[in-house]
């Protein structure tokens, strides 16, 4: 079974493709929209010639702020076979080893040398860099490229990447939530395809997204959210296809009691308010309502994940009456008491077994520069 | 009922799980006729089993009542058969996510071992995925699909019974994921490489000792490899509970009428809602290396 060659293009980089640029450890989503300027890490380019690139391509930013896709196999070899020391007794910080000014440098920018050319140019001029140990050397290395790297990657959005896009920019738009707790919940929810799937978050749609990517447009979910609408911007940064919208359906909580009371009116009124467009957009809403409704009623959820801002206990014991017996609900909250509160309250009413509450850490190994 | 797709009632043929009480629980085949011992007694399937919701609160013949649970990837992880170390769910989820796995991902994995990680991936890669699994063993590579079969899921795996190292996975370009749980992964990269899709894709290495996890980023950078990145992820299980914690007593500040040398036994105490973390640290399982094939 061979890929077909010529058939890629869901590979590549299309106009209006929701997509993220990376730059070592810093990414950030974009849409691509050609003729327009986009910022990212203090640098101001266009997007346009990433447009028919494939996903992963990672391009330098060239004077005029376009991109330009950058050759493969160019990793400096400026660790091989080179001059190291031994250790640093002998080597004094005294900040004059750098023989180039900032002038120099700057002229070397405006002269056109790439990132990559700058940092060996840096390396020359040091009178230090020989003596420091190849460890010292590789950290000196990345810290310089850090500083003067010109290249964006441009990556396809996925939970991964979004997730740690988040919790780097915005970890407060996302309740804190680390990617490796993500992870978790993702998989301990059981999230897949064909599953009814409730989620009740105040971490910008970043958790509604990850979980609409793990059920691939297959199933439903209903988006429970607390306030005057949901809120889906993290989740629109995953550029799912439109089919996918139609799985999605939005509750607002205020009306959960009605539901579950068998109360919620969901009937069309003959309202006199304002004209036929207001008509038109309030029977949208009441439609999407009785939809949204229709789901829920059943109280046969397949799984539950709520991570949000607000005290979990309520909130859960609330949205646990629809979760259908022997599945599996995930609660996230940054904060511990309230979760101990959640089980203990659990545990006093009954009906939920192998309740377990835990967090999750990740540490990150370092390897040599290759 | 199958790993991929959940249903309401048990039939017969079913794999349910026995939920026994305080985290002790184990795997059942639902047959007409057959019995299960428990500890509370015995579970006869076809009055007990067969016909009843997931879920369903069974009481067995001495008394004592169990759960019946539909089966998920993570439950199978607890209770399934070991012919060799498994990953747990904690491992499994980052490797989920890090790899980038959604329905309709093609995955290669090696070796299958006791199916722990595949019956995770199958799940989240069903309907439209596709896993192809390598086992050097024989034996384990038939049970692992005769399990696969048992466990509605057949349909989306092809076990094969080679030597990744020698072999390969026995596809090349379609892979979306490729993940090596082997002795000498840095033997298999370049395999790996080749399964992938030329366009590129996602890899992962589990390692338990650091030098193989350097053999193995070594390997994959020479192969082009880039986003390397090793990690360990670990999960702090808290226990919850209510402790009692008496107050000091300090005595009065009032100088005593009637001086004595022994205070008056004070009983306050205070009742705390809290957790406290296990006897023992939560153990090294392996090192996790991902990486990014790139495009070429």
């Given at each position: 079974?061979a890929?077909?060659?010529?058939?890629?293009?869901?590979?590549?980089?299309?106009?209006?493709?929701?997509?993220?640029?990376?730059?070592?450890?810093?990414?950030?989503?974009?849409?691509?929209?050609?003729?327009?300027?986009?910022?990212?890490?203090?640098?101001?380019?266009?997007?346009?010639?990433a447009?028919?690139?494939?996903?992963?391509?990672t391009?330098?930013?060239?004077?005029?702020?376009?991109?330009?896709?950058?050759?493969?196999?160019?990793?400096?070899?400026?660790?091989?076979?080179?001059?190291?020391?031994?250790?640093?007794?002998?080597?004094?910080d005294?900040?004059?080893?750098?023989?180039?000014?900032?002038?120099?440098?700057?002229?070397?920018?405006?002269q056109?040398l790439?990132?990559?050319?700058?940092?060996?140019q840096?390396?020359?001029?040091?009178?230090?860099?020989?003596?420091?140990?190849?460890?010292?050397?590789?950290?000196?290395?990345?810290k310089?490229?850090?500083?003067?790297?010109?290249s964006v990657?441009?990556?396809?959005?996925?939970?991964?990447?979004?997730?740690?896009?988040?919790?780097?920019?915005?970890?407060?738009?996302?309740?804190?939530?680390?990617?490796d707790?993500?992870?978790?919940?993702?998989?301990?929810?059981?999230?897949?395809?064909?599953?009814?799937?409730?989620?009740?978050?105040?971490?910008?749609?970043?958790?509604?997204?990850?979980?609409?990517?793990?059920?691939?447009?297959?199933?439903?979910?209903?988006?429970?959210?607390?306030?005057?609408?949901?809120?889906?911007?993290?989740?629109?940064?995953?550029?799912?296809?439109?089919?996918?919208?139609?799985?999605l359906?939005e509750?607002?909580?205020?009306?959960?009691?009605?539901?579950?009371?068998?109360?919620?009116?969901?009937?069309?009124?003959?309202?006199?308010?304002?004209?036929?467009?207001?008509?038109?957009?309030m029977?949208?809403?009441?439609?999407?309502?009785?939809?949204?409704?229709?789901?829920l009623?059943?109280?046969?959820a397949?799984?539950l994940?709520?991570?949000s801002?607000?005290?979990?206990?309520?909130?859960?014991?609330?949205?646990?009456?629809?979760?259908?017996?022997?599945?599996?609900?995930?609660?996230?909250?940054?904060?511990?008491?309230?979760?101990?509160?959640?089980?203990?309250?659990?545990?006093?009413?009954?009906?939920?077994?192998?309740?377990?509450?835990?967090?999750?850490?990740?540490?990150?190994?370092?390897?040599?520069?290759? | 009922?199958s790993?991929?797709?959940?249903?309401?009632?048990?039939?017969?043929?079913?794999?349910?799980?026995?939920?026994?009480?305080?985290?002790?629980?184990?795997?059942?085949?639902?047959?007409?006729?057959?019995?299960?011992?428990?500890r509370?007694?015995?579970?006869?399937?076809s009055?007990?089993?067969?016909?009843?919701?997931f879920?369903?609160?069974?009481?067995?013949?001495?008394?004592?009542?169990v759960?019946?649970?539909h089966?998920?990837?993570?439950?199978?992880?607890?209770?399934?058969?070991?012919?060799?170390q498994i990953?747990?769910?904690t491992?499994?989820?980052?490797?989920?996510?890090?790899?980038?796995?959604?329905?309709?991902?093609?995955?290669?994995?090696?070796?299958t071992?006791s199916?722990?990680?595949?019956?995770?991936?199958?799940?989240?890669?069903?309907?439209?995925?596709?896993?192809?699994?390598?086992?050097?063993?024989?034996q384990?590579?038939?049970?692992?699909?005769?399990?696969?079969?048992?466990?509605?899921?057949?349909?989306l795996?092809?076990?094969?019974?080679?030597?990744?190292?020698?072999?390969?996975?026995?596809?090349?370009?379609?892979?979306?994921?490729?993940?090596?749980?082997?002795?000498?992964?840095?033997?298999?990269?370049?395999?790996?490489?080749n399964?992938?899709?030329?366009?590129?894709?996602?890899?992962?290495?589990?390692?338990?000792?650091?030098?193989?996890?350097?053999?193995?980023?070594?390997?994959?950078?020479?192969?082009?490899?880039?986003?390397?990145?090793?990690l360990?992820?670990?999960?702090?299980?808290?226990?919850?509970?209510?402790?009692?914690?008496?107050?000091?007593?300090?005595?009065?500040?009032?100088?005593?009428?009637?001086?004595?040398?022994?205070p008056?036994p004070?009983?306050a105490?205070?009742?705390?809602?809290?957790t406290t973390?296990?006897?023992?640290?939560?153990?090294?399982?392996?090192?996790?290396?991902?990486?990014?094939?790139?495009s070429?």
């Open positions: 079974m890929d077909n060659g010529d058939n890629d293009s869901q590979h590549r980089v299309n106009e209006g493709d929701y997509v993220v640029l990376k730059r070592g450890d810093i990414y950030k989503a974009v849409q691509i929209q050609k003729k327009k300027k986009t910022v990212f890490e203090k640098q101001w380019f266009f997007l346009d010639n447009v028919g690139e494939l996903y992963g391509t391009f330098e930013v060239v004077t005029g702020g376009t991109l330009q896709p950058r050759k493969p196999k160019c990793v400096e070899s400026s660790a091989d076979a080179k001059e190291a020391g031994t250790d640093n007794r002998n080597i004094l005294d900040g004059k080893s750098q023989k180039l000014t900032r002038d120099d440098i700057e002229t070397l920018k405006e056109g790439k990132g990559q050319e700058i940092v060996q840096l390396i020359e001029n040091s009178t230090t860099f020989r003596d420091k140990t190849e460890f010292a050397q590789e950290k000196y290395i990345k310089k490229k850090k500083k003067y790297e010109n990657m441009v990556l396809r959005p996925s939970c991964r990447v979004l997730a740690m896009m988040y919790h780097g920019r915005e970890p407060g738009k996302i309740c804190h939530l680390r990617y707790t993500l992870a978790q919940m993702l998989t301990l929810g059981n999230i897949h395809a064909g599953s009814k799937v409730l989620v009740f978050e105040t971490c910008a749609g970043l958790v509604l997204g990850a979980v609409m990517e793990r059920m691939g447009g297959y199933g439903s979910v209903v988006q429970m959210y607390p306030g005057g609408g949901p809120v889906r911007a993290g989740m629109e940064s995953f550029g799912f296809p439109s089919h996918f919208h139609d799985t359906h509750f607002p909580i205020c009306h959960v009691n009605a539901l579950l009371a068998g109360a919620l009116d969901t009937e069309a009124k003959d309202k006199d308010a304002g004209g036929q467009e207001k008509k038109v957009k029977e949208e809403k009441r439609k999407k309502l009785a939809a949204a409704a229709a789901v009623e059943g109280r046969n397949d799984g994940v709520i991570a801002r607000f005290h979990p206990c309520p909130v859960l014991l609330g949205l646990i009456k629809f979760l259908a017996p022997s599945r599996p609900f995930v609660v996230y909250s940054q904060y511990k008491e309230p979760l101990i509160e959640c089980y203990t309250k659990l545990r006093e009413q009954g009906g939920a077994v192998s309740l377990r509450l835990t967090d999750s850490w990740i540490r990150h190994y370092q390897h040599p520069c290759l | 009922m790993f991929v797709e959940y249903s309401e009632f048990i039939q017969e043929g079913d794999v349910a799980i026995i939920f026994l009480g305080h985290d002790s629980m184990m795997p059942v085949k639902v047959q007409q006729g057959a019995q299960t011992q428990t509370y007694g015995v579970i006869r399937h009055k007990d089993l067969i016909g009843q919701r879920g369903t609160k069974v009481t067995c013949s001495k008394g004592g009542w759960y019946v649970l089966p998920t990837p993570e439950l199978w992880t607890l209770n399934l058969p070991h012919r060799t990953l747990y769910t491992d499994i989820a980052n490797i989920t996510m890090m790899l980038e796995l959604k329905p309709g991902s093609v995955v290669c994995e090696s070796g071992g199916g722990s990680l595949s019956h995770a991936i199958l799940r989240t890669i069903a309907p439209t995925g596709h896993l192809h699994t390598v086992e050097f063993h024989q384990r590579a038939e049970k692992a699909a005769e399990e696969f079969r048992e466990h509605r899921v057949g349909h795996v092809t076990v094969r019974n080679q030597d990744v190292c020698k072999e390969g996975f026995g596809v090349t370009g379609v892979a979306d994921a490729v993940f090596l749980d082997i002795p000498s992964p840095w033997e298999a990269v370049k395999h790996a490489k399964a992938m899709k030329r366009q590129g894709g996602r890899v992962c290495s589990f390692s338990p000792c650091i030098e193989q996890v350097q053999k193995t980023v070594e390997a994959l950078a020479d192969e082009g490899f880039q986003e390397i990145s090793t360990e992820v670990l999960l702090r299980v808290h226990d919850v509970r209510s402790i009692t914690l008496p107050l000091p007593d300090f005595g009065s500040d009032q100088p005593l009428e009637t001086p004595t040398d022994t008056v004070s009983n105490s205070v009742l705390c809602k809290t973390p296990p006897r023992d640290m939560a153990g090294h399982t392996g090192y996790l290396t991902f990486a990014t094939k790139p070429v």
